[in-house]
């Protein structure tokens, strides 16, 4: 039988846990909504106990929604710090579950574990590193592998708030961002989209030039981390990107934007291996948090 | 007596070749201009031939103009690229020098060989992973040390070419980019200076306007940076940013343009610990080369 892990992608709207040896066996899942964190995270801990007392799971990962505190040396390490999410400041997530489960427990972004679960667990992607993983979605966030390990430093990157070209002239729209209004999340969010045209981006017919604006951003977005970093591979998850035509037109748009300056044939031909929709789909996440769990009695 | 190596800074406009065992001991030292690839490459080779000979000097690293080829499995590693500079475009910098002086050579980009530099030969930059290295002169450049190694990819990063707000309001210059026309290098590089102004960037007045946009722009490669990369230390190189002045206005505008988002006391308070200029100055590039001959036969 395969070594059985547990997985938690710890979200700012739900919380799934898993336990599973990978993707392709999953013995238990369960989702349920972010409320407080006494709350949230107590019945993080329910699912998990039977599992681990019966010595079925030997350890955990945890996939956050943040900021969170990354750095290993600090006495916060493993809490979510100053977020808007009521209650959720100052939480000590992975302090609390290592302390009840009594396991050795990884610890992660979301967006940096969902990057690791596709570096992880898809093969060709072992040999494309840098690779980073996009979400478009709530909001927009941006994890990667870089020489092997993930993204951390002062903090941890978040380029969805990267400041893009905003030409007003096409597109009035002042942006939501409470930091930044027209950054990139204030321009090209989920709620962003629904403020811009007054409806939810999913209900916006497939022909609404909402769709090429926000292909617009996302190009940009793409073009600035390949002009960062020089990926092997980007992967665009979350819900807007997966709205039909989209990803495509995001591929037309890097190719136009970046205009033959990157000569590299992922760039100039064949940009569909470059730009991927997520091979994990939305267990991305998830499996990352598995991963992790791997990694930390490796 | 310390052990030596061969350093080579191959720029766009000259080479400079020492022989060094690190800053503090610079035994030879030649600096002259880049014509062709078959004079530059002889000229570079005559310098070191004696140190090799006498086996003083038993590597060489290299830090070059590019776009370069870095891929060790490729055909053409060590070759510059695409470049305009004519006579340059497909020269087999690595392996022409490499075959004459028959001693492992180091190789990577000009910036990452100077990220590397600053990251080997200053103690406390070690604990500074990740760490940026910008240059911003006639053209504008960042190279990298992330996760203990420099910044490869499908290429390497050209983010100097990054999309940023161009606000033609205040700053109707169209840009100089001959792909991109305002992206950053197009809106921020030293040439972008003299041809809004009508004179070069050196010889502007400390009160003119230019420095306050030119510090914007920068600012918005920083800002996006430490968005992208969170990085501990960004160093800031080149000309253009020594002029007086310059890199307290830039530490400002980032604070300003991040506004209170990256909850770090590095980007909060102690800006001027993660913005600096060169420790090594500039000997940044030729000693990031030493460096790189050091780890060729470490």
């Known amino acids: ?37 006494a709350e949230t995270i107590s019945r993080t801990i329910r699912f998990f106990q039977p599992f681990v007392e019966s010595q079925q799971v030997k350890s955990v990962g945890i996939a956050a929604f943040g900021p969170v505190d990354l750095d290993k040396r600090s006495k916060t390490f493993g809490y979510i710090t100053t977020t808007p999410k009521p209650g959720w400041e100052q939480a000590d997530l992975l302090g609390t579950i290592q302390r009840a ?59 969805g708030h990267m400041f893009i070209p905003h030409d007003r002239t096409v597109d009035p729209f002042p942006g939501v961002c409470p930091f930044h209004e027209d950054c990139l999340e204030g321009l090209a969010s989920g709620p ?77 031909d064949t940009i569909d291996e470059l730009i991927v929709p997520p091979a994990l789909g939305s267990q991305a996440g998830v499996m990352g948090a598995i991963a992790l769990a791997r990694t930390a009695v490796e």
Chains 1, 2 share one sequence.
């Open 192 to 268: 962003s989209m629904a403020k811009r045209w007054g409806q939810p981006a999913e209900t916006l017919p497939d022909d609404h030039p909402g769709w090429d604006l926000e292909a617009k951003y996302i190009g940009f977005l793409i073009s600035n981390l390949i002009l960062n970093f020089s990926p092997k591979r980007v992967v665009l998850g979350g819900g807007v990107p997966q709205h039909a035509g989209f990803i495509p037109k995001v591929r037309k748009l890097v190719q136009m934007q970046l205009n033959g300056y990157i000569q590299s044939p992922k760039v100039m």
């Open 101 to 159: 489960l009594k396991v050795p427990c990884g610890f992660d972004t979301d967006v940096n574990a969902a990057a690791f679960g596709e570096y992880y667990w898809i093969p060709e992607n072992r040999d494309l590193d840098p690779l980073l993983y996009i979400t478009v979605g709530t909001g927009i966030g941006v994890g990667g592998i870089v020489n092997g390990q993930t993204l951390h430093g002062l903090i941890h990157p978040e380029a």
């Open 1 to 37: 039988m395969d070594t059985l892990y547990g997985g938690i992608e710890a979200g700012g709207t739900k919380f799934v846990c898993v336990v599973a040896s990978g993707p392709d066996h999953i013995l238990a899942q369960e989702r349920f909504p972010t409320t407080n964190p």
